[in-house]
């Protein structure tokens, strides 16, 4: 390795000692009530008077000047057992992701990948819930897996390796 790509490399690591705002970022406070000359003197930008000139009032992000505020005025939607409310559940499918990684780490080279293989191994062990493999790692052996789901990439890497893929209906 170079010297200078070294050096560059050095640069671009980032961690606590080297975090700083972007520049131009920062900018200094407003240094109120310190005379007419510096434009905030007097009234201190609070302008004249008012419950916005005094000392504790309150400038709620919500406060729509006594009107009824939106997040009152918009219906109320509870909990996902009411008609009116979005379904959460009905739409969210299930799966535990299964590495390539993990699949080249723990298996031999022509073996036969099942569920029961999976969970012998320590992958896939929730019952009941579909296996999807993933393409996260290189594959380097050839294997037979067996599974609910494989990704496009998954799919491409084991049969690239020399190994088949096979899908499970449920």
Do not use: C, F, N
């Given at each position: 390795m170079s010297p200078a790509k070294d050096e560059t490399e050095r640069e671009e690591r980032i961690g606590l000692h080297n975090l700083r705002?972007?520049?131009?970022?920062?900018?200094?406070?407003k240094?109120?009530?310190?005379?007419?000359?510096?434009?905030?003197?007097?009234?201190?930008?609070?302008?004249?008077?008012?419950?916005?000139?005094?000392?504790?009032?309150?400038?709620?992000a919500r406060f729509e000047g006594g009107q009824m505020p939106i997040h009152m005025r918009m219906r109320k939607l509870r909990g996902p057992h009411k008609k009116t409310s979005m379904p959460f559940e009905m739409f969210r499918t299930h799966t535990q992701p299964v590495n390539l990684a993990d699949l080249d780490e723990r298996f031999e080279a022509g073996a036969e990948v099942t569920l029961e293989a999976l969970r012998a191994k320590g992958l896939g062990t929730r019952r009941g819930i579909a296996v999807k493999v993933l393409a996260k790692g290189e594959i380097t052996k050839p294997l037979t897996v067996s599974a609910h789901a494989f990704s496009a990439a998954a799919r491409e890497r084991i049969e690239a390796a020399g190994g088949t893929?096979?899908?499970i209906e449920t």
């Open positions: 705002p972007a520049p131009g970022h920062r900018k200094p406070r240094r109120v009530g310190r005379g007419e000359g510096s434009g905030l003197g007097k009234t201190s930008g609070r302008g004249q008077k008012g419950a916005g000139s005094r000392a504790g009032s309150k400038d709620r893929v096979q899908i």
